[in-house]
């Protein structure tokens, strides 16, 4: 058995950036709506902070939470986040549950990005098929 760990401090789950132009948190949560296209964005109470710092953490990414606050993100976003997750965060910064699935689907881009530069004659194709098993009504 070989260990899956993470040796190179450069890279690991999650990202923050800064955005260009700080967004008050309802422009902010339509952005995030836009962006992942989720049935529903479940959030914290607006604080009535602007939001210029962000973390992200694609998929079930809660256990970043407190990496998020001392990076001194505005807002953290991810999916799959529990109740008591929301509560822990509640009034320390707006933390956005975008969805699983929905927060994971950008990545194929990505790849895709770095694949087609590495063998450019590789013949890339994306699949059509949802594997989304979360609906909304």
């Not at 699935?101 to 530069?117: C, D, P, R």
């Amino acid at each position: 058995l070989y260990p899956l760990l993470n040796e190179w401090k450069g890279a690991g789950l999650g990202c923050v950036g800064t955005l260009e132009n700080e967004m008050d948190e309802k422009s902010f949560l339509g952005l995030c709506k836009k962006t992942f296209s989720p049935c529903c964005l479940r959030h914290t109470a607006l604080k009535g902070s602007p939001v210029k710092r962000v973390a992200l953490c694609g998929g079930a990414g809660f256990q970043l939470f407190r990496d998020a606050m001392a990076a001194g993100a505005d807002a953290f976003v991810t999916g799959d986040v529990k109740y008591h997750q929301f509560a822990e965060a509640a009034g320390r910064l707006l933390l956005i549950d975008a969805g699983h699935y929905e927060t994971e689907k950008h990545s194929t881009e990505i790849i895709y990005e770095l694949l087609i530069k590495k063998f450019p004659n590789f013949a890339l194709r994306f699949s059509e098929t949802i594997t989304n098993p979360i609906n909304c009504y």
